[in-house]
C-alpha cells in the first residue's frame, strides 16, 4: 500500500520547516516512513579518546644550508639583458658547431603531448522504442483514498517522483516506432516460454535453444570408433579451455572456425587463432580420443515422426522451420512489470529503459500526465500553486465570503484566525481556538509527613478530544472538504483568495467608422441600437496563491482549474525541491 509522507529532517526553506507534527492526526506517518539512517541510535565518536601522535620532527640531516656552496647559475647577478632578451638570434648550443641551428624544439612535434591511446570507444545507440511509465493502479487506489480521508493537497510532481523511487510502483511498456513508410524502426520479439524480449529473431532463436533445448530436442551419445594414428599433442583454446584435436586433424579448421563464430564473433579471427596453445600433455590428449569415439546426435520431440538430427546447425535449421512460428512472434507493445523491467536479459533494451527512467526522474512529466488522469477518475480535483507547482486535492479552492454567506460562529473563528495567522498549522489552530483544559494540581501534602518524600508526577493530559476540539475539527474538516481552506502537505493551512476581477475591455476602434459622417444625434441612436451582448462582460481572473517552489502558499490567491483530462498544463511545471513523499 502507497503512503504519502515528507521526512521533517530534509532540508527546506523557511516555509517548509513550519511542518505540522500534530499528533491528532489520523495517520502518524513520521515513525513508520522515516528513512532507515534516522531509525538508528546515534553513534559513539570511536575516536574520542584518541590523541593521535605528535607532528613528527622534521628530519635535518642535510646540514646548514648556510654552509652549501652557491648554486653556479646564481654567480651571475648584474641583471644584463641576455641577446634572447633583446630579439637577437639565440645562441649557439655549448659544444656544437657555431653555424648550426637548435633543433631541440622541433623533436617535439605538433602532437607532443596529447593523449596517444587512441579515440575513445563510440557509444552503441539505444534502439529506437517508445518507452511509457505507468502508475500500478492499486497503489494509485491507495493514494487517492490517502488524499481524500486527510484533506491534504499534495504536489502531483513529487508523488511522480515517490512512484518512480521503487520499481514495485510502476509498470513499464515498450512500443514500436513506426517509419513514414509504416515499417518498424526497430522490431520487437518476445519468447512465448517466458516471455522474454528480444530485438531480432536470431537472437531469440540463439535464446531459445540454450535456454529450452530439452523442450524440442534430446541429445543421445552413440560409441563409434576412436581416430586412428598416434597423436602426441592437441591444440586447446587458450580462453574457453576446449579441445580442438591435433592442427593435422582433418576436422581441426571446423572446430576452430565453429568455436570463434558462436562464442569469440566480436574478436578478430586472427587475434582468436593467436590464442590457441599446444598442449602435450597425455591426459588432454586422451580426453580429446575419448571425446571423438562418440557421437552425439539430437533426437526430434513432439514430432509426429522419429527424427534424429547430427549436428546444431541441423537443429537450428529444423527449429526454424517447424518451432520458430509459434515459440517467436514479433510484437507492437509490451508490459513489463517493475520488477521485470530491470532484470531484461537484452543489455540494449536495458540501456534504453534504464535511460528513460533516469530522463524521468530529472522530469517526471510523462508519468505524471498518466497519474492526473487516474486521479481524475477518482474524483480528485486539481489546482496550480504561483503558476508552477500542480497539486492534488479533494476539492479545488473555492473563496468563501463569511460577510455574504451565513456561517456558524466556529466556522467564523477559524476563518478569521488563518487570516490574521500566516502559515498556520493544524495543530496551533486547535491551541487556539480549544485549548486542552489545565490539570487540576496536585494535593498539598499533609503536615508530618517526610519531607524527602518525592513528589508524585503531574497528571497527563487526556488524550480524547474536547468537545469544543472536536466541534472545531468537523467544522474545520468541512472547509477543507469544500475547498474554503488549503491544507498543504506541510501542514500549512490558507484560506481560499479571492479571485480578481479584470478591468472592462476598452471598446474596438473598429466601430469609429461607422460612425463617421453621421449627426450627433443619429450616433448617439446607433449606438443605443448596438445589442447588449457586445458590450464586454467582466471576467474573473484566476490567480493561484505566490508560493515556493516547494508549493508551500504565500498570501497571493488560488487559482481553481478544471480536472485534467490531457494534462496539457504540465509542461509548465517545475519540480519541487520539497521533500517528496515515500511510498511502501
Known amino acids: 500500500m502507497l503512503k504519502l509522507h515528507f521526512f521533517p529532517g530534509v532540508p527546506m526553506d523557511a516555509a517548509t520547516r513550519d511542518m505540522s507534527n500534530s499528533s491528532e492526526t489520523e495517520f502518524d506517518l513520521e515513525l513508520h516512513f522515516l528513512p532507515a539512517w534516522a531509525k538508528q541510535p546515534p553513534q559513539q565518536n570511536r575516536y574520542a579518546d584518541f590523541e593521535g601522535e605528535g607532528r613528527r620532527e622534521r628530519r635535518d640531516d642535510r646540514g646548514d644550508r648556510r654552509d652549501r656552496p652557491p648554486r653556479r647559475d646564481r654567480e651571475r647577478r648584474d641583471f644584463s639583458p641576455s641577446p ?4 637577437g638570434p639565440r645562441p649557439p648550443r655549448r659544444g656544437g658547431p657555431p653555424g648550426r641551428p637548435d633543433r631541440r624544439d622541433d623533436r617535439r612535434g605538433p602532437d607532443r603531448g596529447w593523449d596517444r591511446r587512441g579515440p575513445a570507444p563510440q557509444e552503441i545507440p539505444l534502439p529506437e522504442l517508445a518507452v511509457a511509465f505507468k502508475p500500478d493502479d492499486h497503489g494509485v487506489d491507495s493514494l487517492a483514498k490517502q488524499i481524500r480521508m486527510t484533506g491534504r493537497a499534495y504536489p502531483l510532481f513529487d508523488i511522480a517522483q515517490m512512484i518512480l523511487q521503487k520499481p514495485e510502483r510502476h509498470s513499464v511498456t515498450l512500443s514500436v516506432k513506426k517509419k513514414p513508410d509504416g515499417a518498424p524502426a526497430q522490431p520487437l520479439f518476445t519468447c512465448a516460454i517466458d516471455e522474454t524480449l528480444w530485438l531480432s529473431e536470431d537472437e531469440a532463436l540463439r535464446y531459445v535453444l540454450d535456454k529450452h533445448f530439452a523442450m524440442f530436442y534430446q541429445p543421445e551419445r552413440t560409441q563409434v570408433d576412436p581416430p586412428k594414428g598416434t597423436y602426441t599433442f592437441v591444440a586447446q583454446c587458450g580462453m574457453s579451455g576446449m579441445i580442438l584435436g591435433p592442427p593435422n586433424y582433418h576436422d581441426y579448421q571446423n572446430q576452430l572456425r565453429k568455436l570463434h563464430a558462436e562464442r569469440f564473433s566480436r574478436m578478430p579471427f586472427e587475434v582468436f587463432k593467436a590464442r590457441v596453445k599446444i598442449v602435450r600433455e597425455e591426459t588432454v590428449v586422451k580426453q580429446w580420443i575419448e571425446e571423438q569415439s562418440y557421437k552425439t546426435e539430437y533426437a526430434c520431440l513432439n514430432m509426429p515422426e522419429p527424427l534424429k538430427l547430427a549436428s546444431r546447425e541441423e537443429v537450428a535449421k529444423h527449429f526454424r522451420e517447424h518451432h520458430l512460428a509459434n515459440i517467436i512472434k514479433a510484437i507492437e507493445s509490451f508490459e513489463l512489470a517493475g520488477l521485470a523491467s530491470r532484470e531484461v536479459r537484452n543489455p540494449q533494451l536495458r540501456r534504453l529503459i534504464r535511460a528513460r527512467w533516469e530522463e524521468q526522474r530529472r522530469f517526471p512529466l510523462q508519468i505524471a500526465t498518466v497519474l492526473s488522469q487516474q486521479f481524475a477518475a ?5 489546482f496550480k500553486v504561483n503558476k508552477t507547482v500542480t497539486h492534488v486535492a479533494v476539492a479545488r479552492p ?6 455574504l454567506t451565513p456561517v456558524s460562529e466556529n466556522v467564523r473563528r477559524i476563518v478569521d484566525y488563518i487570516n490574521a495567522t500566516p502559515k498556520c498549522t493544524h495543530k496551533q489552530l486547535l491551541e ?17 509527613s517526610d519531607a524527602t518524600a518525592k513528589p508524585e508526577p503531574p497528571v497527563a493530559a487526556p488524550a480524547e478530544l474536547t468537545p469544543e476540539m472536536a466541534a472545531i475539527q468537523a467544522d474545520l474538516h468541512w472547509l477543507i472538504h469544500q475547498g474554503h481552506v488549503i491544507e498543504f502537505a506541510n501542514g500549512i493551512l490558507e484560506m481560499a483568495k479571492k479571485p480578481i476581477v479584470k478591468p472592462p475591455k476598452p471598446a474596438k476602434p473598429s466601430a469609429a467608422p461607422a460612425t463617421e459622417g453621421v449627426a450627433p444625434t443619429e450616433a448617439a441612436s446607433v449606438a443605443e441600437a448596438q445589442p447588449v451582448a457586445d458590450a464586454p462582460t467582466p471576467i474573473e481572473e484566476n490567480v493561484p ?7 508551500t ?3 497571493a490567491t488560488t487559482d481553481p482549474l478544471p480536472a485534467p483530462e490531457t494534462a496539457s498544463s504540465l509542461p509548465e511545471e517545475k519540480p519541487s525541491e520539497s521533500a517528496a513523499p515515500t511510498t511502501s
Not at 378 to 382: S, V
Not at 398 to 403: Q, T
Open 84 to 87: 634572447r632578451a633583446e630579439g
Open 378 to 382: 477518482r474524483g480528485l480535483q486539481f
Open 398 to 403: 473555492h473563496y468563501l465570503d463569511v460577510e
Open 432 to 448: 487556539a481556538l480549544a485549548p486542552r483544559p489545565v490539570p487540576p494540581p496536585a494535593p498539598a501534602s499533609v503536615e508530618g
Open 545 to 551: 496563491p505566490l508560493t515556493d517552489t516547494n508549493g
Open 553 to 555: 502558499p504565500s498570501s
